[in-house]
């Protein structure tokens, strides 16, 4: 496909994005596809300055859009957090604004949400901005109750292994405690549950060696220097590696994940993954959690040369997690090395070719 020669469209995998900006920000709403009928009409929309565009119906959909856009709910959030709502309401005003607020019910909104099943992270967010919509309408007295409210999340994929470049932004804007937790979760390989509860009298300066709290299974990891180096820089106010701000061990996994959740809403970080997906190096719903680490340990070892079952007993993992973890560094891994031998065969050797005619 040619590039496109349409004002603030762009392909993104193969797929028209309108650019607008928002908050000074680049945004970017999905359009329909290329050949579709609705495309045309749809960026029309959208190309039109704001005072150009058609007064919503009163009480629709479109209209409490509008008046959302200008309410303290919305104004007041962070700039990235209100980026990213905006492209949602923009897909909310353009594909339902036609809609009457008080004649929303449950199963609309169940029909939405399944809509977009095949990307349950955008389907959740989009759920999740209705929520706030619905509420505001119940506040503005056009409706009584949520509609949305009772509407129940999709399970998100697998967890995702964290891209080199979100590794250190995260690494850069996290607190020295989270800071350290990242590298435990990147360097060892274990669970967050295991890893809140690390000891230093666990290793020896190379090995660190426990039973999994989960499986019962016992690690011995070796440790790199990168994780030593991390552990020195913290003063030791517990027995444990990780602990709160006062100086205790974690008591569970809730704060040790809000402060992961913290890092992934930073705006730095926010930015580098809008700037993955845009590259198209992620998934648009791809989402980044402690458990993802797990899965660089794994790729990490396997790059290494380690084989899967010494990889499984560093990392507590049966054969067939490592494989499933690891498929696609094996993937990559397996095409670099035949890549290397191709490059250094000879092609006119090959059933096919032309070595006779070059012989000749």
Not at 314 to 324: A, Q
Request: glycine share 8%.
């Amino acid at each position: 496909m040619g590039r496109l020669e349409l004002p603030n469209v762009c392909l993104k995998r193969g797929r028209p994005y309108f650019r607008r900006k928002v908050a000074g920000r680049d945004t970017y709403v999905a359009l329909p596809a290329l050949d579709s009928p609705d495309f045309a009409a749809a960026y029309q929309m959208l190309a039109k300055p704001d005072t150009e565009r058609a007064k919503p119906a009163p009480r629709s959909v479109a209209a409490l859009v509008e008046k959302f856009r200008s309410s303290a709910e919305f104004r007041q959030t962070r700039p990235s957090t209100r980026a990213n709502r905006q492209r949602y309401l923009d897909l909310i005003a353009r594909e339902h604004g036609h809609r009457s607020v008080s004649g929303m019910r449950p199963y609309h909104l169940y029909t939405i949400r399944d809509a977009h099943s095949d990307y349950p992270g955008r389907a959740n967010n989009l759920i999740a901005v209705w929520r706030l919509l619905m509420a505001y309408a119940a506040r503005l007295d056009w409706r009584a109750d949520n509609p949305a409210s009772g509407i129940g999340t999709l399970k998100l994929g697998e967890h995702e292994p964290w891209p080199a470049e979100l590794i250190e932004v995260a690494l850069e804007v996290a607190t020295p405690m989270t800071r350290l937790a990242i590298v435990t979760g990147l360097c060892s390989g274990q669970r967050i549950s295991d890893a809140i509860r690390m000891q230093h009298g666990w290793h020896d300066g190379e090995i660190m060696q426990f039973e999994q709290r989960k499986t019962g299974a016992v690690v011995a990891i070796p440790m790199h220097p990168l994780w030593l180096e991390e552990i020195s820089r913290l003063p030791r106010r517990a027995t444990t590696l990780l602990y709160d701000r006062f100086g205790r061990p974690f008591q569970s996994t809730g704060t040790l994940q809000a402060r992961i959740r913290d890092v992934m809403a930073h705006k730095r970080v926010r930015d580098t993954i809008e700037d993955l997906f845009i590259a198209g190096r992620i998934e648009e719903d791809a989402t980044f959690s402690f458990h993802g680490l797990r899965k660089n340990a794994c790729c990490a070892l396997l790059e290494c040369g380690a084989n899967e079952s010494e990889v499984g007993a560093i990392l507590g993992m049966s054969p067939e997690m490592v494989r499933h973890y690891g498929k696609r560094k094996r993937v990559l891994m397996i095409a670099r090395g035949a890549a290397q031998r191709i490059a250094g065969g000879n092609i006119l050797s090959m059933p096919g070719g032309t070595q006779k005619n070059a012989a000749r």
